[in-house]
């Protein structure tokens, strides 16, 4: 019985802490088995004596592992000297302090976890995440980039950055990393509104189109996606007439009084559109198209 959660994990998948908990719980079974089997077999005073012997032992070892556990430095010390490979350790301490917003001693690890596993997405992410939270966007970038070049399955990681692309305001380069998501998960409803939004925010309303017919495709009556379509083709009827966007001023389109960029965990109209803004001189439409209909 104490195997059995092996079968469906495999073996040391978890982590040690993770593990350790995992077959605690199997392993009391076994253990209480034992003892009855042997104290079946023994007298009153032998089954007593067994049996204070057992308790004995038990306190033993649980009283210490008790009192180190309840010790916090104690533990961080531990957790820091577990040999666990990839600074897991390192990184699961930077985790707890990014948790409850000690972000100085969160990034004082994650720095640390980069250091000793420069492989490791999870520290580059957690070090990106910590050094955001603290206002320092730029230096949080490198991070965050490399966070996603080692694990690039991963969306959350890439929405990540694209929330932070947003608040540098790199349009073209949340663009591309909303494309990736919609190349992971062509179901993403807000993956292809938010790409939509920004290709409408860069003034390519060809490509804004393009990006809403895809997604309507997946979810053919979905009303904000085909207002987005209907803001996009308005849009590009406005630049086609020769009232569209020209360098060093914007014009008003009909999604400039709407909503920004769709991302997982940020206000839509927090970033973009800001002050009433249109969109920025367009790009060519028709490069970015290429480039959409080879991800998806």
Same mark, same amino acid.
């Given at each position: 019985?104490?195997? &059995? ?16 908990? !995992?077959?605690?719980? /199997? ?9 009855l089997l042997v104290t079946d077999r023994l007298g009153g005073r032998e089954k007593r004596r067994l049996l204070l012997g057992l308790v004995a032992v038990s306190l033993f070892h649980t009283v210490p ?5 309840? +010790? ?8 820091? %000297?577990?040999?666990?490979? !990839?600074?897991?350790?390192?990184? !699961?301490?930077?985790t707890y302090h990014l948790n409850r917003g000690e972000l100085g001693q969160a990034e004082r690890w994650f720095r640390l976890a980069v250091v000793r596993a420069p492989g490791n997405p999870s520290a *580059? ?9 603290q206002g320092r966007l730029g230096a949080a970038l490198p991070a965050m980039t490399e966070a996603v070049r080692l694990k690039p399955e991963s969306v959350e990681m890439r929405y990540d950055l694209v929330? #932070?692309?947003? =608040?540098?305001?790199?349009? *073209? ?7 990736? &998501? &919609?190349? #992971? ?5 807000? %993956? ?9 925010? #860069?003034?390519?309303? +060809?490509?804004?189109?393009? &990006? %809403?017919?895809?997604? #309507?495709?997946?979810?053919? +009556? +979905? ?22 966007? =020209? ?8 999604? =400039? ?21 249109? /969109? /920025? /001189?367009?790009? %060519? ?12």
């Amino acid at each position: 019985m104490f195997f &059995v959660p092996s079968l469906l994990t495999g073996a040391g998948n978890l982590g040690a802490a993770r593990n350790w908990d !995992l077959f605690a719980a /199997p392993s009391v079974a076994p253990a209480l088995c034992g003892i009855l089997l042997v104290t079946d077999r023994l007298g009153g005073r032998e089954k007593r004596r067994l049996l204070l012997g057992l308790v004995a032992v038990s306190l033993f070892h649980t009283v210490p592992w008790v009192a180190l556990n309840a +010790d916090f430095d104690r533990s961080v010390e531990r957790i820091a %000297a577990l040999p666990l490979g !990839l600074a897991r350790g390192e990184t !699961l301490l930077g985790t707890y302090h990014l948790n409850r917003g000690e972000l100085g001693q969160a990034e004082r690890w994650f720095r640390l976890a980069v250091v000793r596993a420069p492989g490791n997405p999870s520290a *580059e992410s957690g070090l990106g995440l910590a050094l955001a939270r603290q206002g320092r966007l730029g230096a949080a970038l490198p991070a965050m980039t490399e966070a996603v070049r080692l694990k690039p399955e991963s969306v959350e990681m890439r929405y990540d950055l694209v929330n #932070l692309l947003l =608040s540098l305001e790199r349009w *073209e380069a949340a663009a591309h990393q909303l494309e990736a &998501v &919609v190349g #992971l998960d062509s179901r993403d409803r807000e %993956a292809w509104l938010g790409l939509a939004d920004l290709r409408m925010r #860069l003034g390519q309303p +060809d490509t804004a189109a393009f &990006v %809403a017919e895809t997604a #309507l495709r997946h979810y053919p +009556d +979905d009303a904000e996606l085909l207002r987005t379509l209907a803001d996009a083709q308005a849009l590009r009827v406005v630049k086609h007439q020769g009232q569209g966007t =020209s360098r060093g001023r914007a014009t008003p389109s009909p999604c =400039s009084r709407r909503r920004s960029p769709r991302t997982r965990g940020s206000d839509r109209c927090a970033r973009l559109w800001r002050d009433g803004r249109g /969109p /920025p /001189p367009g790009g %060519a439409d028709s490069r970015a198209d290429q480039n959409l209909a080879r991800t998806v």
